[in-house]
Nanobody, 126 residues
Framework: VQLQASGGGLVQPGGSLRLSCAAS????????MGWFRQAPGKDREFVAAYRWSGGSKFYGDAVKDRFTISRNNAESTIYLQMNRLKPEDTATYYC????????????????????WGQGTQVTVSS
């Protein structure tokens, strides 16, 4: 499985970006897809996850009510719509996939994901 993240860039505070994560090698029709981010000098942080079983969505506390995860099964693509961006959202964003349908307590753990994309940089600055 190969994951290709894209859509990052420079945006002003309060602005929006949409990240995409395209998969090749297998279709994203099962398991769990996640978005994580990592700022310099900080640990990798959970952002959002989508579990195919039941279509459940999970969000980190820092992004709840501002970010939305969605999927396009036909294109094997996962999206992260980011609204009302803040300077503290600045980080490299990574998408990842797990072959398992992760439960709530597990989706936030990077170690539960099997494959990772290369990351896309998001910078929020005026």
């Amino acid at each position: 499985v190969q994951l290709q993240a894209s859509g990052g860039g420079l945006v002003q505070p309060g602005g929006s970006l949409r990240l995409s994560c395209a998969a090749s090698g297998r279709t994203l029709s099962r398991g769990t897809m996640g978005w994580f981010r990592q700022a310099p000098g900080k640990d990798r942080e959970f952002v959002a996850a989508y579990r195919w079983s039941g279509g459940s969505k999970f969000y980190g506390d820092a992004v709840k009510d501002r970010f939305t995860i969605s999927r396009n099964n036909a294109e094997s693509t996962i999206y992260l719509q980011m609204n009302r961006l803040k300077p503290e959202d600045t980080a490299t964003y990574y998408c990842a996939t797990s072959s398992l349908s992760l439960i709530m307590s597990e989706v936030k753990k990077p170690a539960r994901y099997n494959y990772w994309g290369q990351g896309t940089q998001v910078t929020v600055s005026s």
